[in-house]
Nanobody, 127 residues
Framework: EVQLVESGGGSTQAGGSLRLSCAAT????????MGWFRQVPGQGRERIAW????????NYADSVKGRFTLSHDGIKNTLYLQMNNLKPDDTAMYYC????????????????????WGQGTQATVSA
């Protein structure tokens, strides 16, 4: 079974940085879609950064573009999210998600291709 384990959450001040990690274990093959979602209480989950692990360029939501950087280590099968210049609005539970793309579309573009989820790690940004 696929297991996704997040780490790196915590608290920082506005303008600070956090680095999240997501280790994928318990499976025999690498997952081709990996990304990060976030959620605040009472709101839906927002996909903020994701990539096709066989591609080159990560994708970002406008809310984090220019501040967050996504990377993937194919050897360790670990996904990283470097979060810089954090804002109080970035306070959320951050979830690692992964899956396999379907045939016929842009790989990893449909959000429902992300079918495996971690338990989440909390990031809190104070003003």
């Amino acid at each position: 079974e696929v297991q996704l384990v997040e780490s790196g959450g915590g608290s920082t001040q506005a303008g600070g940085s956090l680095r999240l990690s997501c280790a994928a274990t318990g499976h025999g093959a690498s997952l081709l879609c990996m990304g990060w979602f976030r959620q605040v209480p009472g709101q839906g989950r927002e996909r903020i950064a994701w990539l096709y692990t066989l591609g080159r360029t990560p994708n970002y939501a406008d809310s984090v573009k220019g501040r967050f950087t996504l990377s993937h280590d194919g050897i360790k099968n670990t996904l990283y999210l470097q979060m810089n210049n954090l804002k109080p609005d970035d306070t959320a539970m951050y979830y690692c998600a992964a899956g396999q793309p379907r045939i016929g579309g842009v790989p990893c573009h449909p959000e429902d291709e992300f079918r495996f989820w971690g338990q989440g790690t909390q990031a809190t940004v104070s003003a």
